[in-house]
């Protein structure tokens, strides 16, 4: 057999260059590729961007708000305690006139201002509760007009009338007060005073008027009644 022929080229050195080359660039392209891959991926999209602006501006509008709802709350609050401080000063100032008027009315009566002239005279009745007990405290304010100049004493007591088991009853001073004032209340002045007592009702009777009876020293009873609810009112 014929030995083989070989037959020996030269290399082509631009072949060879791109040989070299292409591996390389194949690598740097695969990694262009994933880069754009990953970046298209975890690109957020135009309209996710705009709803998270969004959503921060109505955050803020949101505190905004929340912030406006608090003063608001707090001027309330104080234009409360204001009105209710006004009211109470309101009926303080009522109270206190009403105390006036009753204090000038008195006064006109005891300095004989006025155009009727009178003598002894049960000016006012007050009845206060006394708590845990059927007793209750009384005060009988009397006058007498300034112009006369003469002392007033004498004794005064009270009866009650009401309903009693279902029937009227009238209760005597005897009936109502502690034993040691059941021969009246001692009383001496020469223009007013306060006559203090105390007075006891029996269980089941319902009150509803007073008669305050005053028997001065040598001259003419005096009487006034008064309602009950009306005695219970006048109390401070």
Do not use: C
Not at 108 to 133: C, F, K, M, N
Not at 215 to 230: E, I
């Amino acid at each position: 057999m014929p030995s083989p022929r070989y037959e020996v080229r030269a290399l082509n050195p631009a072949v060879l260059r791109w040989r070299r080359v292409l591996p390389g660039l194949a690598w740097a392209l695969g990694m262009i590729a994933a880069a754009t891959l990953t970046w298209a991926l975890t690109r957020p999209p135009a309209d996710l961007a705009a709803r998270a602006a969004r959503a921060e501006a109505l955050r803020r509008d949101n505190a905004e708000l929340k912030q406006q709802l608090a003063v608001l709350t707090r001027s309330r609050q104080v234009t409360r305690i204001a009105t209710d401080a006004l009211r109470r000063s309101l009926a303080d100032r009522d109270e206190e006139i009403a105390g006036l008027r009753a204090d000038l009315a008195l006064y006109t009566r005891l300095t004989g201002a006025s155009a009727q002239r009178a003598g002894l005279t049960v000016q006012d009745l007050r009845v206060r509760p006394i708590h845990g007990a059927r007793a209750y405290a009384v005060t009988i304010t009397l006058t007498q007009n300034a112009r006369r100049g003469e002392t007033s004493q004498g004794r005064v007591s009270l009866s009650v009338e009401g309903v009693r088991s279902g029937k009227a009853a009238q209760l005597a001073w005897s009936d109502l007060a502690p034993p040691p004032a059941r021969a009246g209340l001692p009383f001496a002045f020469k223009y007013f005073q306060q006559v203090q007592g105390m007075l006891v009702l029996p269980a089941g009777l319902v009150p509803s008027r007073v008669i305050v009876s005053v028997q001065p020293d040598g001259g003419t009873p005096v009487s006034r009644s008064f309602a009950w609810t009306a005695a219970l009112e006048s109390r401070e």
